[in-house]
């Protein structure tokens, strides 16, 4: 009996003392498990972190942040996939606006600079103004209906435009002569005409304008508009010049309140023409100037370009591929005008 009590207690000492031992084992290795878990979440947190910020991001530069939503950036978007650079995971978009002041691009841009962006796309005149203004080494992808780059010292050629900068221009003067030629054909006895122009676009095309209704014969007044408020007021002093047309100077805020100017001239009865397509979507009667989307495109292939690797210097400045004249006969006919055949035959879009 008493082996046997001495065998039991010797087995329950010899347990106990095991079962402490990988305690006490246990408790020294804890901390070591715990600082490896923590070392495995730190890496992996700082892998994602660094793989998020290494991905090529582009700087968007706009007059105001809601162009981001419109349906002409799509086409920017899905150009940039089709070349595979997709949003989240191959490239980010950092998005900077002049919050509707043309006068707050130098600052827009600047933030963009600040920010070390791997490509800016200036979308407008002064959009590109402000960006070349802000950088000679992040490259530049402007769209600006507007300048000559070459005369404004973006770009030592077309073909080769050898800095940080290219893109998509156009500053054909004669698509205001066109402008003119549509409304001579439409208003009989066509002879005062009112041109609304916000300088912050700059005056190629009112000069070209100009010159082209001096030929054709036509009295042009202007009016400058400098901020969308400005529309409103522009609209009581056209009465005063009885103008019996209105033609929109491309600028970022002519194109986006197009809506508005829409509106006003139909008010005061007046048949009016500008580039932008959307300005005969919303109510006005004729729009004749490039087609956005294709546009749009084109500057998303330069962009992506870029990112893969090519110089700004050695993509030559595009012109817009196409052409887009879009008529509005149920303005037409609001202001008991018809539209000749002639120009209903040459209208990509007829909105009736």
Sequence with gaps: MLEENCTRRFREEHLSSRHRKGHDEMNSRIPGLLLAVVLMVVAGWAGSTWAQTNIPRVGMLFLKT????RQWHTAFYRQLKSQGW???KNIAFVYASAHDDPSRFAEAAADLVRQRVDVIFADSAPAVRAAYAATRVI???????TTDPVAAGYAESVGRPGGNLTGVFLDAPEISGKWVDL?????????????VWDPSAGDTHLRALQRAASAGGLQLHVLEVRKPEDIDKAASSTIAGRPQAVIVVPSPIMYLESARVARLAMKQRLPATSMAQQFAEQGGMLAYGPEQDSAYQRCAALVGSI???AKPGDLPIERPAKFALVVNLKAAKALNLKIPDSVLARADRVIR
Excluded: M, Y
């Design 307 to 309: 990112l893969g690797g």
């Design 183 to 195: 409304l001579k054909s439409i208003v009989p006895g066509l002879s005062r005409a009112v041109a």
């Design 86 to 88: 997709t949003e989240g």
């Design 139 to 145: 490259p530049i992808i402007g769209q600006d209906f």
């Design 66 to 69: 809601e162009q981001v939503s």
